[in-house]
């Protein structure tokens, strides 16, 4: 898709990722709503960014704030959605709080699905559109410590990989890009120590907004990134048990990690 002057939408634009997605379209003369709830942040991106966009300050978990959105691009035309949005919590399953739970699941699943729903018929007007969600390798691997955020990730994936075939006979590519460990904020300091200890690599965000722009360049549907973490991806859709064993034996040095994560909130 050529990016001048297409009107995108962006959520979580205030986060690490988001952030570097915001620059790389607006090199490319994109139209962008950057959305999020941190007004700082957000005055401080646009602040840097050439091109004309608009902020919208708005808590996408209410119905309200996802209306607001959903006005702007009514009345202004939208070409491409790019679902950036996402909250994580580390913490062994049992010991999560429901509402954090909740959180997860509305923020990561819940609510971008409402909100697809009724850019649809928005994006379906285009002779030309996307949908692309930021998914994780945790969208496709069970990770002990991060249960919650797995299930909204897998249900992310699901989501839209069944969207996907449903568009499939109109004008509207849906995608999905799969990041693995990246440096944001969405990582607590227990996150970031486990990951040092389990010698996981980490990407910055401007590479995951490199791959996001490889998505939008080409036909392709799913994208996952990061070696070994790509051929982790495969392996546990074909043969589970062996991930699992592996990932089993790590299972100490995660819940030292965890408890670890508990104390810290
Ligand atoms: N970082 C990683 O290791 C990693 C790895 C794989 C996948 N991902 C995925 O990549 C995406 C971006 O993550 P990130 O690392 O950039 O995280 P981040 O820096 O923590 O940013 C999260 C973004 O989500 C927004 N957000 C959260 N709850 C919201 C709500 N209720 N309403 C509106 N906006 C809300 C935040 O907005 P405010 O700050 O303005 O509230 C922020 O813009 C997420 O889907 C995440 O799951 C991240």
């Given at each position: 898709m050529e990016l001048k002057d297409k009107r995108i939408l962006l959520t979580g634009a205030s986060g690490g990722i988001g952030q570097a997605i915001a620059r790389r379209l607006d090199q490319q003369g994109a139209k962008l709503w950057l959305v999020g709830r941190n007004l700082h942040k957000l005055q401080l991106l646009l602040d840097d960014l050439v091109g004309d966009h608009t902020i919208i300050i708005t808590d996408l978990n209410s119905q309200e704030g996802r209306e607001k959105v959903i006005s702007s691009c009514e009345q202004q035309g939208l070409d491409l959605f790019i679902n950036a949005v996402g909250v994580m919590d580390f913490q062994f399953y049992e010991q999560q709080d429901s509402r954090v739970i909740e959180q997860i699941l509305s923020t990561n699943l819940v609510s971008p699905m409402l909100l697809c729903q009724r850019l649809i018929p928005i994006l379906q007007s285009q002779p030309e559109a996307a949908i692309v969600n930021i998914g994780s390798t945790f969208g496709s691997i069970g990770h002990p410590g991060f249960t919650a955020y797995c299930a909204s990730k897998f249900g992310l994936r699901g989501f839209t990989e069944a969207l996907q075939r449903e568009l499939a006979d109109t004008r509207i590519k849906v995608s999905y890009l799969a990041p693995r460990?990246?440096?944001?904020?969405?990582?607590?300091d227990a996150v970031r120590s486990l990951n040092a200890a389990l010698g996981n690599n980490t990407d910055t965000p401007d590479q995951v907004a490199r791959e996001l722009m490889v998505i939008l360049s080409s036909n392709q549907q799913q994208r996952y990134m990061g070696w070994p973490e790509k051929f982790f991806v495969r392996l546990n859709g074909l043969f589970p048990g062996i991930v699992h064993s592996a990932l089993v034996k790590k299972l100490t040095i995660v819940r030292q990690y965890a408890e670890k994560s508990s104390h810290e909130g």
């Open positions: 460990a990246t440096q944001t904020e969405l990582n607590s």
